[in-house]
């Protein structure tokens, strides 16, 4: 049966977001390292410990703000639930790159710190959370071709999510770097998601695979960087044609 919530659960509900919200601004305007509690309490209209009592310390509330975009990608992620399986597997890049895009001046600096703080406390349970919660959703997509019987199970499925994880996280750190462009990380993340199905894929899957590397491969815009997995495919087709 439903209960609605209290006043009080229902106050601090909307005080949680509000200094969620405002801390969005601050991470917006300088990045995590120009963000602190007293300016965020102040705009917030809240005291530092009521944002302690409700979220947690600085870290906390990048992390919180970092859950709520994932969650929105899972979100959006589950509306594909039904897709044929290469769209599922690939529904990770889609998804989370169409939100990025809604406000690449949040999100950059959003992902940049969540990669500072894995590196200063790279044993941190809350960020370590915030990674396997992305794994999981990439490794659900692969599962989904698997299950289809795309792939042949010649390499264990969760050693592909573990690739795929990987040249994800350094798109994103190029992106979020302003390196390259959300279209080029974009690119990049589908044409590594379909290499690495492709060295497991069946027959059939295998040539799907290929026409849309091939599409994908051509350099979206100058001095596009082409990851370390194209080019090594591209050396392997060309060592195959000699």
């Given at each position: 049966m439903f209960e609605p919530l209290s006043v009080r659960a229902h106050n601090m509900q909307k005080r949680r977001a509000r200094i969620l919200a405002e801390a969005r601004g601050l991470l917006t305007g300088g990045g995590f390292e120009a963000m602190n509690l007293r300016d965020l309490a102040r705009l917030a209209e809240v005291t530092v410990p009521t944002i302690y009592n409700l979220i947690g310390n600085k870290e906390e509330v990048v992390v919180a703000l970092i859950g709520d975009a994932l969650f929105e990608v899972e979100t959006r992620i589950q509306t594909a639930s039904d897709a044929e399986p290469l769209a599922r597997?690939?529904?990770?890049?889609?998804a989370s790159t169409a939100l990025y895009a809604e406000d690449e001046q949040f999100y950059r600096p959003a992902f940049l710190a969540v990669e500072h703080l894995a590196q200063v406390g790279p044993?941190?349970?809350r960020v370590a959370q915030l990674y396997a919660w992305g794994h999981r959703l990439i490794d659900d997509g692969v599962r989904a071709c698997r299950e289809a019987r795309l792939l042949a199970g010649r390499v264990r499925a969760e050693s592909i999510a573990d690739l795929v994880f990987r040249s994800y996280r350094s798109s994103c750190r190029a992106w979020a770097s302003g390196q390259i462009s959300?279209?080029?990380?974009?690119?990049?993340?589908?044409?590594?998601i379909h290499l690495a199905l492709a060295a497991d894929a069946v027959e059939t899957f295998h040539i799907q695979l290929l026409k849309k590397i091939a599409a994908l491969s051509a350099p979206a815009e100058r001095g596009a960087i082409v990851p370390t997995s194209a080019r090594g495919a591209r050396r392997h087709q060309q060592e195959k044609r000699q």
């Open positions: 597997a690939t529904a990770i890049v889609t044993t941190d349970a959300i279209d080029e990380f974009r690119r990049v993340a589908l044409l590594d």
